[in-house]
């Protein structure tokens, strides 16, 4: 049960992040997001949305488009507590 707690932990931290650079820093729309990682704003939305867990693939490319190198995001969930 832990394990499945610590992946939606995840998930939720993973989701709040990338939209609030996008939104935030960023200040543009997911179709924008989309275009510029080269991927369907539905993935976006489902990720943004905690519906989804992007790749390591997808994750990368969505940290290049938002000029952020990936080990920033995952440092920050790692130094959390």
Partial sequence: ML???DEENFKKYISTKL???RKIDCQIKQEELAE???ISV???SNIERE?????L????KLCNA????????????????
């Fill in 3 to 5: 394990k499945n707690q």
């Fill in 19 to 21: 939209r609030n650079l």
């Fill in 36 to 38: 510029l990682a080269n």
């Fill in 42 to 44: 539905d993935t976006v």
């Fill in 51 to 55: 519906k989804a867990t992007p790749n």
């Fill in 57 to 60: 693939y997808t994750f990368v």
């Fill in 66 to 81: 938002l000029k952020v190198n990936p080990n920033y995001i995952l440092k920050d969930y790692l130094n959390r507590d």
